[in-house]
């Protein structure tokens, strides 16, 4: 295959970017997305130019690290996979490729196609967790979880944290990636004690951090890798609610 | 050659562990506030250590090169965890698990550890529901179990299929809790660079900010390294691009011994290979294995015309069909462990009867189970699997059978260390996969979440408190302290000789090429002449390394090439001693096949008059090791051969 591709350039977090054309030819359509730019650097080192700074590490889609803005999508054309599980089988030869990083302010550019998601970490040091010290767990099988239960709960955790939710949405809204974290405590009886407390601290967390609010457009959860469904955000806000109100 | 002191305590196996806690030595909580310690990697070890840790009042520093700890490679582990709770009557016990544990590793682990891994496997099942994991249920609310490899009972708990990736969050919960309360302090994008050692007692670490390059002095009382295993040595493996075995080398160089690095994990089944291009390899869980038939062509022509395009899977005949493991292993069949199904499999491709595109694959067939259960059974079963392949390959396995191949997985060798997880150097202790301690020359599926998690809830707690008792006289240290300048020098030379080379050839193509020589030589089925020939084609790269190595842009900047080129200059000098240590071993064991060493039937001979020990490795200068062996006792097992057929 041959492409062209427009990739977003930046030397650091103070410069102003812009993006940069560029020409690659002799790709397999059975390359991934992340090994097409591997190529692309290789490339770059061996003409003694700068290669593109781009996050990745697992490469089989649960790391959540990388974060790619391809042809205006997150994660790019094909749906339910992360950049890392894209094939470039989904593009056609002569395919001019637009490569972006997320666009967020909690999300500032570290360089290229870089960005810092530390904001989702501070968000779940605010609560994002149970507090139980190591040791003072009682037998497992005492805390029963109706099957249902746990099920919902767990495609609420199946959140990787990447960050698409963001990037996808034009408010630029934490809300998807926040209710999968309270809804899965919420479906478990071991969240309710800190329930309130929980989606209090997390959500003013999210406010202060510079995310959007949510608007109803489900960008979000079009473009989520894990398909996380969007009645999680409607659990948030039942969850938020009662804990104001209440 | 020395005796290694393991300090495995006094008594009967089952009372070991009670006894050490009973009689360690405690830190009270004003004593506490005044140590600080350091921990590298945030993976399943890491993060529930410094948690613990933190718990208990330690200072604690924590640091990966990843952007957020909830990224370490745990986080992909699929299958389960395993533990002895018995809860399906089928009569399981904390015997039975030490027991299968000790059989799975072929006999080269060390009892003491094992048993204690398998009597705090409990208590981690405990500790992951009160944090809220989301394992699978049974329908009146109980914990479910399923079954894996080689255990005759179900004990393995899940999370669907991203066990790893539930319980890392768990722990990442755990740490995220005490990073907000203070007792944590997080260093992400950093990367340890080396250890510093102040009169024979490790008390700090030089690490590099990832982002602006400049290197940095930290102090702790005490270190824990939990960075990991050394499978990218390999190039192509499941683990992580960025996964590297730099923490435990630079440890190693320093005095930290290295216990079996020849013992590595062939998984039989990963998507193939499918280019030159390719970056790394995905694991196909073993469950499939259940219902899928691996098979390879009987006629060499019909391979080829395979390998060229011409003749496709589902045209080849039934009675041309070559089902291998159910030929050689009747009594097993396609569910042989994962050492004997690698090699096999192997072996059959080098016969020249490998299938697809590279001739580097065999098939994986599941149109007889579908025939016999129907495609729903088989979706329900596998579909999230079937979907995956799908989506790397491009092709139906509902309609065409599986390609599969063998690929690099896990280490089980790693730092050397004793009962209380402490390397040879004092005050630097190992954890999870980088040490070396519990599989043997072979690890059990859903073992590997166990060990990481009981090594840094249940035992670091306690063996840490018991060291740091003796060193609360000791107030922390500045960091501009002779040993940290020089350390900190060492490093600032070290990358500044690699941004020197200016050479030809990128630091992918000597990984790749570093990757290739071990994958022929150092693999699957290893011999003497092999490994012989490895080690001078080793050193041979090393040699072009320092020589041709290119890394663009500078060192105080963010820059990838630099980070790949100072962990491939370490796998570098690994590869060399995973295969000496290999060329040492002379009998097969587990993950270790030395092609001499064989039954008539082809199984692993091991030689327990000669080999019944650890390897473990001192450092002495570039490509200089020196050998020590601790002895393997086996009080309450029965040393015997594995059989499979």
């Known amino acids: 295959m041959k492409l062209t591709l427009k990739i977003w350039r930046q030397k650091d977090a103070k410069s102003t970017g812009k993006f940069v054309t560029y020409s690659l030819d002799n790709i397999s359509p059975n390359c991934s997305f992340l090994e097409m730019l591997d190529i692309f650097n290789e490339q770059q080192i061996s003409q003694d130019k700068d290669p593109v700074v781009f996050d990745h590490d697992c490469r089989e889609g649960i790391c959540g690290m990388c974060s790619l803005y391809i042809n205006g999508r997150p994660h790019g054309p094909d749906d339910a996979v992360t950049a890392c599980q894209l094939h470039m089988r989904k593009f056609s030869d002569g395919d001019t490729i637009t490569i972006e990083p997320w666009r967020a302010k909690p999300f500032p550019v570290i360089k290229d196609l870089m960005v810092d998601r530390t904001a989702f970490d501070k968000i779940i040091q605010e609560g994002g967790y149970i507090s139980v010290n190591t040791g003072g767990a009682a037998e497992a099988n005492n805390i029963l979880v109706s099957k249902v239960n746990a099920e919902l709960a767990m495609d609420a955790a199946a959140c990787i944290g990447c960050g698409a939710c963001v990037a996808a949405c034009k408010n630029a809204s934490a809300m998807l990636f926040v209710s999968a974290k309270i809804s899965q405590f919420a479906l478990l009886p071991q969240g309710q004690i800190e329930a309130k407390e929980r989606v209090k601290k997390m959500v003013k967390t999210m406010d202060e951090l510079g995310f959007g609010n949510c608007t109803n457009t489900y960008a979000c959860e079009a473009e989520c890798p894990k398909l996380i469904s969007r009645s999680n955000i409607a659990r948030l806000n039942r969850e938020f609610m009662c804990a104001k109100v209440i | 050659m020395s005796e290694l002191n393991s300090k495995i305590p006094a008594g009967p196996l089952s009372s070991k562990w009670t006894q050490y806690k009973n009689h360690q030595n405690l830190v009270n909580p004003n004593n506490k506030r005044k140590l600080d310690i350091i921990v590298v990697g945030t993976g399943l070890a890491g993060a529930s250590a410094a948690a613990s840790l933190g718990e208990m009042g330690f200072n604690v520093k924590i640091f990966c090169y990843q952007d957020s700890p909830r990224r370490a490679h745990s986080i992909a582990a699929q299958g389960g965890i395993n533990a002895a709770k018995n809860y399906p009557n089928d009569g399981d016990s904390i015997y039975r698990l030490f027991y299968d544990t000790i059989k799975g590793g072929d006999y080269r682990a060390r009892e003491a550890n094992v048993y204690r891994l398998a009597e705090v496997s409990n208590a981690i099942i405990d500790q992951c529901v009160a944090q809220g994991v989301p394992f699978a249920r049974e329908y009146g609310g109980s914990l479910e179990n399923r079954s894996f490899g080689g255990a005759q009972v179900s004990r393995t708990f899940f999370a669907r299929g991203q066990t790893g990736q539930q319980l890392l969050l768990g722990a990442y919960s755990a740490l995220s809790r005490q990073i907000k309360l203070g007792t944590v302090k997080m260093f992400n994008r950093h990367e340890m660079m080396d250890v510093v050692i102040v009169e024979g007692k490790a008390r700090g670490i030089i690490a590099r900010d990832l982002i602006s390059g400049k290197l940095e002095r930290h102090f702790g009382h005490a270190v824990v390294v939990a960075s990991g295993g050394y499978a990218n040595v390999f190039y192509l493996s499941t683990n992580a691009m960025g996964s590297n075995a730099s923490a435990i080398w630079q440890i190693f160089k320093k005095g930290a011994f290295f216990a079996n690095p020849c013992f590595t994990q062939i998984h039989p089944t990963c998507i193939p290979v ?126 065409n059978p599986m390609m599969i191949y063998p690929a690099v997985h896990y280490t089980m060798g790693g730092i050397w260390v004793d009962y209380e997880l402490m390397t040879s150097i004092t005050g630097l202790f190992a954890a999870g996969e980088a040490n070396f301690s519990d599989h043997g020359a072979n690890r059990l599926g859903a073992s590997a979440l166990m060990q990481g998690l009981a090594d840094g809830y249940f035992v670091l707690p306690y063996t840490l408190q018991n060291y740091l008792a003796g060193e609360i006289k000791v107030p922390r240290m500045s960091t501009g302290k002779a040993e940290f300048v020089e350390a900190q020098k060492n490093v600032q030379l070290r990358l500044e000789k690699l941004m020197a080379i200016k050479g030809k050839h990128t630091v992918d193509h000597f990984h790749k090429e570093l990757g290739k020589i071990m994958w022929e030589n150092v693999g699957m089925g290893r011999t003497e002449a092999r490994l012989k020939k490895a080690i001078e084609l080793i050193r041979k790269l090393r040699a072009e390394f320092w020589k041709e190595v290119k890394i663009p842009g500078t060192l105080n900047e963010l820059n990838v090439e630099l980070e790949k080129a100072n962990r491939v200059a370490d796998f570098m000098e690994m590869g060399e001693l995973i295969a000496l240590d290999a060329l040492n071993r002379n009998e097969s064991c587990g993950g270790h096949f030395r092609e001499e060493y064989q039954t008539d039937e082809g199984e692993c001979l091991r030689n327990d008059q000669d080999y019944k020990y650890v390897a473990a490795w001192e450092y002495k200068g570039e490509g200089n090791f020196q050998l020590h062996k601790e002895s393997l006792v086996y009080e309450e097992t029965e040393v015997k051969q594995r059989v499979y057929k």
């Open chain 2, 274 to 399: 499918h280019g030159d291009y390719q970056s790394k390899l995905t694991l196909m869980s073993e469950s499939l294995r259940n219902d899928g038939r691996i098979w390879v062509p009987k006629k060499k022509e019909d391979a080829e015309a395979n390998r060229h395009g011409k003749l496709k899977a589902n045209d080849i005949p039934e009675d041309a069909r070559d089902y291998f493991l159910e030929r050689r292993y009747p009594a097993f069949g396609n569910l042989v462990p994962r050492d004997v199904a690698s090699r096999a499999a192997k072996e059959r491709c080098d016969a020249g009867y490998g299938v697809g595109e590279t001739g580097l694959a065999v098939f994986l067939d599941f149109k007889e189970s579908i025939g016999r259960l129907g495609r729903h059974v088989i979706e329900e079963r596998y579909g999230n699997l079937f979907q995956m392949y799908e989506k790397i390959v491009d092709e139906n396995p509902y309609e």
